[in-house]
């Protein structure tokens, strides 16, 4: 199978891509429009900020790109983020596939950023069958996307949130199913099965 995962200045990629082979899948790191446009799947992954990188993606074109790819497309943590409308980090304008805002939790007794383990709940779609209710996934952000009518799977923490979205072609995770073990492993081949 032809993957090509997305390359910009956003941490994680490696291990995403180590995940992968883990499946038995060689992907190809790119930030060649060609060669994102021909995959057969497409990985936007990101750790980082959104300023800073929508500045990156708009500076070569990668945001109009990845928007108008027609393949399945995964977006992770700031991939999440940054296919939605808006973000309130930065006041950043972001790439619209997913028309929702991404917004700061609140300030609260519980720590944020919200790290480590926690459970997904309502979920839909075809990366998260009935089995995965209630699965432990790991989670790294200061910044979610409230829940919606793409809400693919919902967390709770300080307030619910999607943890992961799916709108036509794109499906997202909040969380990083590259470091999420057994339930992320299968989330990446349900993702690959499509």
């Given at each position: 199978?032809?993957?090509?995962?997305?390359?910009y200045?956003?941490?994680?990629?490696r291990s995403v891509?180590?995940a992968?082979?883990r499946l038995?899948?060689?992907?190809?790191?790119?930030?060649?429009?060609?060669r994102i446009?021909?995959?057969?799947r497409?990985?936007?992954?990101?750790?980082?900020?959104a300023?800073s990188?929508m500045?990156?993606?708009?500076?070569?074109?990668?945001?109009?790109?990845?928007?108008?790819?027609?393949q399945?497309?995964?977006?992770?943590c700031?991939?999440?983020q940054l296919?939605c409308?808006?973000?309130e980090e930065?006041?950043t304008?972001?790439?619209?596939?997913f028309d929702?805002?991404?917004k700061?939790?609140?300030?609260?007794?519980?720590?944020?950023?919200?790290m480590?383990?926690?459970?997904?709940?309502?979920?839909?779609?075809?990366?998260?069958?009935?089995?995965?209710?209630?699965?432990?996934?790991?989670?790294?952000h200061?910044?979610?996307?409230?829940?919606?009518?793409?809400?693919a799977?919902v967390?709770n923490?300080?307030?619910p949130?999607s943890?992961?979205?799916q709108?036509?072609?794109?499906?997202?995770t909040?969380f990083?199913?590259?470091k999420?073990g057994?339930p992320?492993q299968?989330?990446?081949s349900?993702?690959?099965?499509?």
């Amino acid at each position: 199978m032809d993957v090509a995962i997305i390359k910009y200045n956003a941490g994680n990629i490696r291990s995403v891509d180590h995940a992968l082979k883990r499946l038995g899948v060689s992907a190809e790191i790119t930030d060649d429009p060609d060669r994102i446009k021909a995959a057969e799947r497409v990985i936007f992954p990101g750790v980082g900020e959104a300023v800073s990188t929508m500045a990156y993606l708009r500076e070569r074109e990668l945001d109009k790109l990845i928007a108008g790819l027609t393949q399945p497309v995964l977006g992770i943590c700031l991939g999440q983020q940054l296919m939605c409308q808006w973000s309130e980090e930065g006041d950043t304008s972001c790439i619209g596939i997913f028309d929702q805002p991404v917004k700061q939790f609140p300030a609260h007794e519980l720590k944020v950023p919200h790290m480590g383990w926690n459970s997904l709940d309502r979920l839909s779609g075809e990366l998260f069958p009935e089995s995965l209710l209630g699965s432990y996934v790991y989670f790294v952000h200061s910044y979610y996307v409230p829940e919606c009518e793409d809400s693919a799977a919902v967390c709770n923490y300080i307030v619910p949130f999607s943890a992961a979205m799916q709108k036509g072609n794109f499906y997202a995770t909040q969380f990083h199913p590259e470091k999420s073990g057994g339930p992320g492993q299968e989330i990446l081949s349900n993702f690959l099965k499509l």
